[in-house]
């Protein structure tokens, strides 16, 4: 997909910027889009960080390695340690920072409990949330 010319006057906010957030940035960068990735962390690696186990480096480096690499384009900024929501509103971004466009790309950094009530009494007793898991295993 080759876009015309035009699309290097549109700025793209993405939000989160690990593995989906950094495909996407580099993807529009590629295109001529100009991105900013807003990223809650210092490093943009989400739960390649801790969720996998520690046997895993080597998978681990190279997925680093792969995000650093579509992040380092001319046309994209990292944003680092910036939580939408919290020091920047999501209205305010998307009202007055004149971005065409924001791609939400935050990842799994919190559970989402399931929507049926009383099933938070089972939890620690048969139910085992995603992130508690994870941090458990590795």
Request: hydrophobic letters at 40%; glycine letters at 8%; zero cysteines.
């Amino acid at each position: 997909m080759k876009l015309n010319d035009t699309h290097g006057k549109h700025y793209v906010a993405i939000i989160g910027g690990s593995i989906s957030g950094s495909e996407a940035a580099a993807v529009l960068s590629k295109n001529g889009f100009r991105v900013v990735v807003f990223e809650m962390n210092a490093m943009p690696y989400g739960k390649i960080e801790d969720g996998l186990p520690s046997w895993h480096i080597k998978l681990r480096d190279r997925q680093q390695r792969e995000i650093d690499k579509k992040l380092d384009q001319e046309n994209i900024r990292f944003v680092p340690m910036v939580k939408i929501g919290e020091h920047i509103s999501f209205k305010d971004l998307i009202e007055n920072w004149g971005f065409t466009a924001v791609i939400i790309a935050n990842g799994a950094w919190k559970d989402r409990t399931f929507p049926i009530e009383g099933i938070e009494k089972f939890r620690d007793n048969g139910l085992i949330y995603q992130n508690d898991f994870i941090y458990w295993f590795n």
